[in-house]
């Protein structure tokens, strides 16, 4: 071979770009693997492409191990080459014909140059890249390296590709393919099985999603002596086959997933490729309990899911948590949900509820609205009776027609609970489900001292407490009360404490012989604490707060306590941001449409009070509102944003319906809670957009002294005038 010539100066520059292009092309996941290799001289990339890529009989090698060298070397030893002969005269002798063979040189030489060709060949194929001859124990430039990997990683994205497309196609003539997916699944290529494993899983997600039925697939018994038709036969396999590489393939997920948790007494240190494909694997799981959650192993599924809901990194947990959110919320059956919950419940029984708040947080979705945790005994009471009159009949009946016609007509009453239970079985789930959630809301309120856990169970406990036993009220309330006096609990937790209190006083639990005047006395003392810092979202929890206590249970409540409510709530509102002033401002409007005799907050004549206001006092029963009135509104008429000026001006004028200081009707029918959330900034934009200010030049000011004694102003004046001319002659 001879020697070949140098590269120009141009050649080197074109190289040099080349590479530069090159390190475009590469994802940001995959890069390190080429500082690493090129910097430790590891070139496997080379070595595990070079053999099977090539064509001849020399590139079907491949790498072997010490001791399968050691075994072929053996074999070779013992057996005879095949050395090309060349036939000569035989020889008669007296025992016979000797045949005479001499080696053939001229094949020999011809063979051995062959060999020798062959040789540098594959020495050229091994060393030669981009028409360089590279020795690959010697350092090899990025731009080889990434010309290789990029050749590899098209070849694997085209196989994944095809075969993906093959299956979406004809799923039953192609589900084989999956097979071929699942082992690219563990590719072990140190340079691109990351990439490679990636791009597997996502196709192998997305062709599941799209084939998998909605419904559970059931093996169905061999039946001996029965003979099926083909295309069952074929349904049947691919079936099978279907469920099989789907449980494969969850299998796999579940143990890349399974990095990401954190065992005790586990010191091992992963890559952050690894941990990448955990959390790929954790979003396919939770797409799979999402798009097929009434599947096969989806409660398979949701025992791998669960457990993510408690890990220390945020964006798992939040994976995990909008998935079963979403599980939640369409979920017709409550099947799924049911089993979802019996999940979470051991969970927590299991770490004694000491779990991250984000596993609580999915149950303030569930819909529980129309729940009856009495409907099961009223359906056996009434079963019972149904079944006791049947035997009476059955007894005491004399005549046949008579008794055939009672029968009849008890057996349609049967069979007419039969049905009803039948459509009732979504609501005996929805129970189940109800009595876990509490079950889980009362062992974390008797046990628990985590303020963020037992302020998730307490918003939950104020978002259901509708759907409470009425037995167990009573107890739930003196619970509360024991909790507002521990000091351990933050502002927001004593809030929903009191929120759930006046959510049950306000519904069923109005008949229970509790005085709520303590729960009064602590929400009208932490009202000034909301402002327009960071607990700002806390006043929406107070509007749905204020709701309950005042406009529901309005005819309880004396008109003492209301007026100062009032008046705290408009100085409240100088503090909040905009969306916080309307919601306060909408809680005034209500209650004075409710209420006339709060009118009297608006005669600006104090005299007819019981005393001073004193608004220091805790206790609104003792506070004397009646005695000031809202000179907030004066302030909160000039407010930057135009909605809240309409409506201080809408209280000023007396809450009118029309006319003069009227709201708009799209303003009027909102709720407190409409309000807030339709004007909140979560956007950076006002709703509606506030008016620049317009340009207007500043007032000259007229500065007008008054004298008492009229000779002092003429000696000032004069000497004002002296002071000019003065200052006139020296110019």
């Given at each position: 071979m001879g020697k070949k010539p140098p590269h120009s100066e141009s050649e080197e520059e074109n190289d040099s770009d080349y590479g530069e292009d090159m390190l475009e092309m590469v994802e940001e996941d995959d890069l390190d693997f080429i500082k690493n290799a090129i910097t430790s001289k590891s070139y496997n990339i080379f070595n595990k492409v070079k053999y099977t890529e090539s064509s001849g009989p020399k590139a079907k090698r491949r790498k072997v191990s010490d001791e399968e060298s050691d075994l072929e070397k053996d074999y070779e030893e013992q057996t005879v080459e095949d050395v090309p002969m060349k036939n000569l005269l035989p020889i008669k002798t007296k025992t016979g014909i000797v045949r005479q063979q001499i080696v053939d040189e001229s094949v020999t030489k011809s063979e051995s140059e062959e060999e020798e060709e062959e040789e540098v060949e594959e020495k050229q194929e091994e060393f030669d890249f981009v028409d360089n001859k590279i020795d690959i124990s010697k350092p090899i430039s990025a731009t080889q390296l990434l010309t290789e990997r990029h050749r590899i990683l098209k070849e694997r994205k085209i196989h994944i590709g095809t075969l993906s497309a093959g299956v979406l196609e004809n799923p039953e003539e192609k589900v084989t393919n999956l097979r071929t997916l699942l082992k690219l699944m563990d590719e072990e290529t140190p340079e691109v099985y990351f990439t490679v494993r990636k791009l597997a899983t996502v196709s192998l997600l997305e062709v599941f999603k799209d084939v998998l039925p909605s419904y559970e697939i059931k093996k169905t018994p061999s039946q001996e002596g029965v003979k099926l038709k083909k295309d069952t036969l074929k349904l049947q396999k691919y079936e099978e086959s279907l469920v099989l590489y789907y449980k494969k393939f969850l299998q796999r997920l579940e143990k890349s997933s399974l990095i990401l948790v954190k065992k005790k007494g586990d010191s091992r240190t992963f890559k952050d490729e690894q941990i990448k494909l955990g959390e790929l694997s954790v979003q396919a799981l939770a797409d799979l309990l999402v798009t097929h959650p009434y599947f096969n192993y989806a409660q398979n599924i949701a025992q791998a899911v669960v457990p993510f809901l408690n890990n220390p990194r945020s964006n798992v947990r939040e994976i995990a948590k909008n998935a079963i959110k979403v599980v939640f919320k369409e979920d017709k059956k409550e099947e799924i949900t049911l089993q979802i919950l019996r999940i979470i419940n051991n969970y927590l029984k299991n770490h004694a509820h000491n779990v991250n708040p984000d596993m609580l947080e999915t149950l303030l979705v569930l819909n529980l609205r129309d729940v009856n945790l009495d409907g099961e005994k009223e359906q056996d009471i009434k079963q019972k009776k149904l079944m006791a009159r049947k035997q009476k009949v059955l007894q005491m009946s004399k005549k046949e027609k008579k008794r055939k016609k009672k029968l009849q007509l008890l057996e349609k009453e049967l069979l007419e609970t039969k049905a009803e239970e039948n459509k009732n079985t979504k609501q005996h789930n929805l129970t189940e489900i109800t009595k876990i959630v509490f079950g889980i809301y009362f062992r974390i309120l008797k046990n628990s001292t985590n303020t963020k856990v037992l302020g998730v169970t307490l918003e939950g406990l104020a978002k259901f407490a509708h759907c409470i036993n009425i037995d167990f009220y009573l107890d739930l309330v003196n619970i509360l009360d024991q909790l507002l006096k521990e000091d351990w609990i933050g502002y927001k937790e004593q809030l929903h404490c009191i929120q759930t209190v006046f959510s049950i006083l306000s519904g069923q639990g109005e008949a229970i012989n509790v005085d709520p005047t303590r729960f009064y006395?602590?929400?009208?003392?932490?009202?000034?604490?909301?402002?327009?810092?960071?607990?700002?979202?806390?006043?929406?929890?107070?509007?749905?707060?204020?709701?309950?206590?005042?406009?529901?249970?309005?005819?309880?409540?004396?008109?003492?306590?209301?007026?100062?409510?009032?008046?705290?709530?408009?100085?409240?509102?100088?503090?909040?941001?905009?969306?916080?002033?309307?919601?306060?401002?909408?809680?005034?409007?209500?209650?004075?449409?409710?209420?006339?005799?709060?009118?009297?907050?608006?005669?600006?004549?104090?005299?007819?009070?019981?005393g001073k206001f004193q608004p220091e006092l805790d206790d609104p029963e003792y506070t004397n509102a009646a005695s000031t009135a809202l000179y907030e509104l004066v302030l909160l008429s000039k407010h930057y944003h135009p909605v809240v000026g309409k409506y201080a001006k809408n209280i000023a004028f007396g809450v009118p319906a029309s006319g003069e200081g009227s709201l708009d009707p799209e303003y009027a029918k909102c709720t407190p809670e409409q309000i807030f959330n339709n004007f909140e900034m979560s956007e950076m934009a006002f709703n509606p957009a506030v008016p620049v200010p317009k340009k207007t030049p500043p007032k000259t000011k007229v500065q007008r002294h008054i004298f008492v004694d009229s000779s002092f102003e003429d000696e000032c004046k004069r000497v004002a005038r002296s002071h000019l001319k003065t200052k006139g002659t020296l110019l």
């Open positions: 006395t602590n929400l009208y003392k932490g009202l000034l604490t909301t402002h327009a810092s960071k607990n700002h979202p806390n006043f929406l929890i107070l509007l749905k707060t204020l709701n309950d206590a005042l406009i529901k249970r309005r005819k309880k409540i004396t008109n003492k306590r209301t007026l100062s409510f009032v008046k705290r709530l408009a100085t409240l509102s100088l503090q909040l941001l905009h969306n916080g002033s309307l919601g306060s401002l909408s809680v005034i409007k209500n209650v004075m449409q409710l209420n006339r005799s709060i009118d009297v907050l608006l005669d600006m004549d104090t005299s007819f009070g019981d």
